[in-house]
Nanobody, 115 residues
């Protein structure tokens, strides 16, 4: 099991930026994939961005060109840089790790974008 702790959420105006951090209890390079999901009120949780241990990334169409997922060289933190935020980006953002069939989730961090 991987422990994940998110931070960096908050309230921002439309057009603004936030950077979320996800600190893992083990090296990101030893985990098959780490991703960011979000869940807005009344909606299903959806994948936002994902990065594999090989460095491949993938994004939801709704955030392509605005969000960037990355990891630090020390290998314990994954970031989600969110630019040009829109009110529809408002949600609880969760960090997720998938490793050989095991799923781990963080506690989530709230992102609120005001219009």
């Amino acid at each position: 099991q991987v422990r994940l702790v998110e931070s960096g959420g908050g309230l921002v105006q439309a057009g603004g930026s936030l950077r979320l951090s996800c600190v893992s209890s083990r090296s990101i390079f030893s985990i098959n994939a780490v991703g960011w999901y979000r869940q807005a009120p009344g909606k299903q949780r959806e994948l936002v961005a994902i990065i594999s241990n090989g460095g491949n990334t993938n994004y939801a169409d709704s955030v392509k060109g605005r969000f960037t997922i990355s990891r630090d060289n020390a290998g314990n933190t994954v970031y989600l840089q969110m630019n040009s935020l829109k009110p529809e980006d408002t949600a609880v953002y969760y960090c997720h790790a998938y490793n050989f069939g095991m799923n781990s989730w963080g506690q989530g961090t709230q992102v609120t974008v005001s219009s």
